[in-house]
Nanobody, 129 residues
Framework: QVQLVESGGGLVQAGGSLRLSCAHSGRTFTNYAMGWFRQAPGKEREFVAAIDMSGDRTYYADSVKGRFTISRDNHKNTVYLQMDSLKSEDTAVYYC??????????????????????WGQGTQVTVAS
C-alpha cells in the first residue's frame, strides 16, 4: 500500500505564495506518476498539476499555468506544488495522488481522478482577498 501525506497548506493573502509537499511511502516512489488535485466547497475535484515518474514531463490546468510549479525529489520521495500569485479562486482542499504507471496511458489520462490509485487526506489552502 502507498501512503500519501500532504502538508504546507494554510491561510495566505491574495498575491502570496505557498508550497505544498506530499510525502510518499510504502512502495517505490519512482514507479509512480504524481498529481495534485483540488476541491472547493460545492464543486467537483479538479486537476491542478501532474508530473511523470522521472520528473521530465509536467502538466498543468490552464487556470494555474504560469503560477504553479510541480516538482518531485526522488531521493526524498516527495512531490511539491509551488503556488505563486495566489488568487481567491485558488481556495480549496488540495489533494496529492499517485498513479502506478504502466505503459504510456498515463500521458493521456493524467488529468482524470479515476487514473490515480492512491490519495492523500488533503490540505486546506485559503486565499484571502
Amino acid at each position: 500500500q502507498v501512503q500519501l501525506v500532504e502538508s504546507g497548506g494554510g491561510l495566505v493573502q491574495a498575491g502570496g505564495s505557498l508550497r505544498l509537499s506530499c510525502a510518499h511511502s510504502g512502495r517505490t516512489f519512482t514507479n509512480y506518476a504524481m498529481g495534485w488535485f483540488r476541491q472547493a466547497p460545492g464543486k467537483e475535484r479538479e486537476f491542478v498539476a501532474a508530473i511523470d515518474m522521472s520528473g521530465d514531463r509536467t502538466y498543468y490546468a490552464d487556470s494555474v499555468k504560469g503560477r504553479f510549479t510541480i516538482s518531485r525529489d526522488n531521493h526524498k520521495n516527495t512531490v511539491y506544488l509551488q503556488m505563486d500569485s495566489l488568487k481567491s479562486e485558488d481556495t480549496a482542499v488540495y489533494y496529492c495522488a499517485a498513479d502506478r504507471g504502466y505503459g504510456s496511458s498515463w500521458y493521456s489520462r493524467y488529468s482524470l481522478t479515476s487514473e490515480y490509485n492512491y490519495w492523500g487526506q488533503g490540505t486546506q489552502v485559503t486565499v484571502a482577498s
